[in-house]
């Protein structure tokens, strides 16, 4: 998305009176810093948590022992709690978490490469879940989701707010 797009998208948050927050995990507050590269996110973000490590999802979000254990923290499930923590926190109109394998090392397997990312957007009391596998190296994964979650939000914008 390109600075003018995403400026757009600003503006139709901001005149729809739109909030947005962020729970970042795999991100690690690139999501925030490229929002805020729009005009107008000072009217819509209301911040970013990078909860990069399970003890900080844990103490900032929420997200229970129970869930990291039984499902890693690289999974949609986490990705949820981590959503509700958030609006719980900023109380957003928008609510929007993620977390996911940038790299190897944590809980990959074959139905779960490196590359698979998990997205939660809580808004209006209703909830929608994304699962996307990106390919290239960590950085070129991190960017593929902060623009597919920059695309989601137009998205959820267009089909829920401008009626």
């Known amino acids: 998305m ?3 797009e ?3 998208l600003m503006m139709g948050l901001k005149d729809k ?3 947005v927050a962020f729970a970042e995990s795999c991100t690690a507050g690139m999501l925030a810093s490229e929002f805020v590269k729009a005009k107008g996110s000072s009217d819509v973000l209301i911040g ?4 990069y490590q399970p003890e900080a999802k844990k103490k900032l979000l929420g ?3 129970e869930t990291l254990e039984l499902y890693t923290a690289e999974s949609q499930q986490v990705t949820n709690e981590m959503a509700m923590g958030l609006k719980k926190a900023l109380d957003a109109s928008i609510s929007i978490a993620t977390t996911g394998l940038a790299g190897p090392g ?3 397997n074959s139905e779960k490469p490196v590359g698979t990312m998990f997205v939660s957007m ?3 009391g209703k909830a929608e879940e994304f699962r996307e596998v990106f390919k290239g190296n960590s ?4 960017e593929q989701l902060t623009q597919y979650i920059y695309e989601k939000l137009k998205g959820l914008l267009e089909r829920h707010y401008n009626r």
């Open 2 to 4: 390109s600075e003018e």
């Open 6 to 8: 995403l400026t757009e």
């Open 17 to 19: 009176g739109l909030t």
């Open 48 to 51: 970013s948590l990078v909860v």
């Open 63 to 65: 997200v229970k022992d």
């Open 106 to 108: 944590a809980s990959e």
């Open 122 to 124: 809580l808004y209006d």
């Open 139 to 142: 950085l070129k994964i991190r």
